[in-house]
């Protein structure tokens, strides 16, 4: 159990084991169904029987090794998840992380802290199927009124925070093929702090610490990138007196000129300069 967690969110954070041995049934079955509706659309039956036989055989027999891997480790046993979390700050992982979440998941937890906090969630790990699996977030209980986002693809989210103390999130996929999963951490927030602005790809985040009001940090790119947004963020008071950003987190860009023929003019108080 994690310090600042009650008994029954480190029970059900993780994913714990029920007899069961389906995890890899019909692994290469499902693949080819996959790889029939969403790659081989509009094309004639002799050019997908050649599609099949050319890569795609291939990467679903692939596939149905890693299945048969995953079901070998779990010595005939799925995962269960979800559940209802407390305390100041504690993680999360998707059943079966990193060796892959069970196909037709349907897993639900409820995080609740403490009367006029916030929760924030932040994403160390994130690797969910594209546009066929998904991690639902709702601002509250799950109910749809409260649904706010939902997360897919193979990139770690920025920073999530809620509105109020009850933050829950979703995990649905398919019945074919899944990805490495999830795992986040998750802190209370109270109203004096803005919580962690994240760190986008390629980004150097310089300043820190409690990240309260008044609170500073500084954002920079590693070479070969340039800034999109504002430098700078300040933790400040909004109308409803909670602690917020006082701008969203910049990107960085992939910049590159061709040698000799390509160039950048930048214009201000000084005399142009060219690179």
Not at 154 to 164: D, E, K, L, N, R
Request: proline share 6%; hydrophobic share 30%; with cysteine.
């Amino acid at each position: 159990m994690r310090p600042g967690e009650s008994l029954e969110g480190s029970r059900s954070a993780r994913g714990r084991c029920i007899d069961a041995n389906h995890i890899a049934n019909s692994g290469t079955e499902r693949c080819l169904a996959r790889l029939s509706r969403r790659r081989m659309k509009g094309v004639t039956t002799k050019r997908r029987t050649r599609g099949m036989t050319d890569g795609g055989m291939m990467r679903c027999f692939l596939w149905s090794l890693v299945l048969c891997s995953l079901s070998s480790r779990a010595q005939g046993f799925i995962y269960t998840c979800g559940g209802t979390l407390k305390g100041r700050n504690g993680s999360i992982e998707s059943p079966g992380f990193p060796y892959g979440y069970p196909n037709g998941a349907n897993c639900t937890w409820v995080i609740v802290g403490e009367e006029g906090s916030r929760i924030q969630l932040i994403f160390l790990s994130f690797a969910i199927e594209e546009e066929y699996d998904f991690l639902s977030l709702y601002d509250g209980h799950p109910h749809p009124a409260n649904f706010r986002t939902r997360l897919t693809g193979f990139q770690a989210p920025p920073p999530v925070t809620s509105t109020g103390n009850v933050f829950s999130l979703r995990l649905t996929s398919d019945f074919a093929v899944s990805a490495h999963g999830f795992k986040l951490n998750y802190e209370e927030l109270h109203s004096t702090s803005c919580g962690n602005p994240g760190v986008p790809p390629k980004a150097v985040l310089n300043g820190g610490g409690r990240f309260a009001v008044g609170d500073r940090v500084h954002y920079s790119c590693v070479p070969g990138y340039v800034l999109d947004g504002h430098a700078t963020l300040t933790c400040i008071t909004n109308a409803a007196n909670t602690a917020v950003w006082d701008f969203p987190a910049p990107l960085c860009r992939d910049f590159q000129t061709e040698e000799k023929y390509d160039y950048l003019e930048v214009e201000g108080s000084e005399p142009p300069t060219i690179w």
